[in-house]
């Protein structure tokens, strides 16, 4: 395929790209730096699957495949990113890569190809916001050696030829730590959040007219989420004639634990709903539209996609008390509700709390959604990436 010259091009390398998380911060950012500065938008990939939803929410980005299949093993995809770069950096006025923890090095070597090959282009990386789970290539974390002082030259390289670092946090919160290598990229740092986008028309409830409903979405059956700590609560819980829906990913010992939960604790049996995961953007939005709380216990978090997702629906968010849920999308307990992570007690005082009416659920619902509306709707995001100052 080939690339159209006629206008500036930003090219996303994203190998193992699904529909699923093309419609997210993948394709929202491509999508909307594309219709914003009038650029033309790429996202590299394999051909994993079919990407309907993509080609229906992001209508100017465009998908180029890499030949054959993904391949997580070996050195097939740094092979083929590689030799994309090679090929093509010229044409490339803004590479926007990831930091991938599989491939600990691969990234800052394909960014350290570009600027080789394209000393004009504009390297732009994004980064998590958990510090304590990035890989090596991050600074402190190389081990002495020979080996280890060649990986490490090629990150010092790599910090020194970004142009824009995207973090999904404040970046106080990283420079914090002094740690030389992050000071090599510290003018270069934006605040980019994870953002929202209501893709299909619909009229938000105000919250006096949503369910009395507890929604929990995403990787449930994941450990970082915390959906144990949920049900652990939910055993002291008076539910009364309020209702729980989870939609996401559940393993099939958690739907036995519910069951047990259901059958031992009367003020539960009936009142909780497995949907699953939902692939269709329209029904999960309305799920979020139909329900007051939105509840996230995760042990550890950044500022996960159904966050923002949640308060744009005007749901009140209960979540952990983390840095990103707490000072991010809260702002310190002031647009939603917050408990100590790892917790189940704290969070049965609370759910019980907003449960009995104890709580002003209107008033915070109202300043959620003014502040999804301020910080996390994508076109905010990316205006404070200041893209035009890059590209002149």
């Known amino acids: 395929m080939n690339f159209k010259l006629e206008r500036k091009n930003i090219v996303c390398l994203y190998p193992w790209l699904t529909d699923s998380t093309a419609i997210k911060c993948t394709g929202q950012i491509c999508e909307t730096i594309a219709v914003k500065h009038n650029l033309n938008s790429y996202i590299v990939t394999y051909n994993n699957e079919e990407y309907n939803r993509f080609k229906k929410y992001c209508p100017n980005t465009r998908l180029i495949f890499l030949k054959g299949k993904l391949n997580f093993r070996g050195w097939t995809v740094f092979k083929d990113l590689c030799c994309f770069i090679l090929f093509n950096s010229r044409k490339i006025d803004i590479l926007y890569l990831y930091h991938f923890p599989e491939d600990e090095f691969a990234i800052p070597f394909i960014g350290n190809l570009y600027k080789f090959i394209n000393k004009h282009g504009v390297l732009y990386i994004r980064l998590e916001a958990d510090i304590d789970t990035l890989p090596q290539t991050f600074p402190g974390n190389i081990k002495k050696g020979i080996k280890n002082m060649i990986k490490k030259s ?18 106080d919160f990283y420079l914090s730590r002094k740690l030389r290598l992050w000071q090599l990229s510290a003018g270069k740092i934006r605040v980019q959040l ?29 450990f970082q989420k915390g959906f144990d700590i949920f049900l652990e609560a939910l055993k002291s819980t008076d539910l009364k004639n309020w209702k729980v829906i989870l939609m996401g990913e559940i393993a099939p010992e958690q739907i036995e634990q519910i069951k047990r939960i259901e059958n031992d604790y009367s003020f539960s049996k009936g009142k909780i709903t497995i949907l699953g995961h939902i692939s269709d953007v329209a029904a999960y939005l309305q799920v979020l539209n139909d329900a007051k709380i939105f509840c996230l216990p995760s042990r550890f978090d950044g500022i996960p996609l159904v966050i923002p997702d949640a308060m744009s629906m005007g749901c009140v968010i209960i979540g952990s008390d983390l840095f990103g849920i707490k ?3 809260t ?18 005082s609370l759910l019980n709390k907003v449960i009995s009416g ?11 959604k003014n502040r999804a509306e301020i910080l996390f709707h994508w076109d905010t995001i990316v205006e404070g ?4 100052s890059l590209l002149n």
Do not use: H
Not at 156 to 162: D, E, L, Q, S, V
Not at 358 to 368: G, R, T
């Open 194 to 222: 994870n953002g929202y986008r209501i893709y299909e028309p619909i009229q938000i409830k105000p919250l006096v007219e949503k369910d009395n409903c507890i929604v929990l979405a995403g990787r449930l059956n994941s």
């Open 327 to 329: 000072e991010i999308a």
């Open 154 to 171: 090629i990150v010092t390289k790599f910090y020194r030829n970004i142009d824009l670092l995207g973090v999904i946090d404040n970046p």
């Open 331 to 348: 702002n310190n307990g002031e647009c939603g509700l917050l408990f100590p992570e790892w917790n189940p007690d704290k969070l049965a």
């Open 385 to 388: 990436l200041a893209i035009p």
């Open 358 to 368: 104890e709580m002003d659920l209107e008033a915070i619902s109202v300043k959620a």
